[in-house]
Nanobody, 129 residues
C-alpha cells in the first residue's frame, strides 16, 4: 500500500555527513512506524533507526546512537536520516521500510521483523578516504 523511494546516498570521507530521504506515496503514513535499515557488504540487513507514527518517538541502534538522527519533515512529506560523524563501517545500502503498526518495538531484531513489509530500493552509502 505504501511505495518508498530512498535518496541521498553517496561517497563521503570518514567524519563526514549525509542526509538520506525516504519519500512515501500511495498511502498515508499516519498509522505506520518507519525504520531505516542497512545491509553492509557480506552482512545481513540490520535495523538502524525507527520512528513511531503515533507520537514520533525515535530509536537508534547502539552503533549509530549519538551520530544519526531520524525525523519526519511533514511539509515535504518525507522521512530523513541525518548521518553525522560517518565511519567506514557505516558503508552499506540503506533502506527505509514501514510496518502497519504504530510502534517500533523489535525493529532492531535479527532478522528484521517480517511485518516491515514495504521497502524501498535502497541508496548506497560509502564511507572511505
Amino acid at each position: 500500500q505504501v511505495q518508498l523511494v530512498e535518496s541521498g546516498g553517496g561517497l563521503v570521507q570518514p567524519g563526514g555527513s549525509l542526509r538520506l530521504s525516504c519519500a512515501p506515496s500511495g498511502s498515508t503514513l499516519d498509522y505506520y512506524a518507519i525504520g531505516w535499515f542497512r545491509r553492509a557488504p557480506g552482512k545481513e540487513r540490520e535495523g538502524v533507526s525507527c520512528i513511531t507514527s503515533n507520537d514520533g518517538a525515535t530509536y537508534y541502534a547502539d552503533s549509530v546512537k549519538g551520530r544519526f538522527t531520524i525525523g519526519r519533515d511533514n511539509a515535504k512529506g518525507v522521512i530523513y536520516l541525518q548521518m553525522n560523524s560517518l565511519k567506514p563501517e557505516d558503508t552499506a545500502v540503506y533502506y527505509c521500510a514501514t510496518r502497519n503498526y504504530y510502534y517500533c518495538s523489535g525493529y532492531d531484531s535479527y532478522p528484521v521483523p517480517p511485518d516491515f513489509g514495504s521497502w524501498g530500493q535502497g541508496t548506497q552509502v560509502t564511507v572511505s578516504s
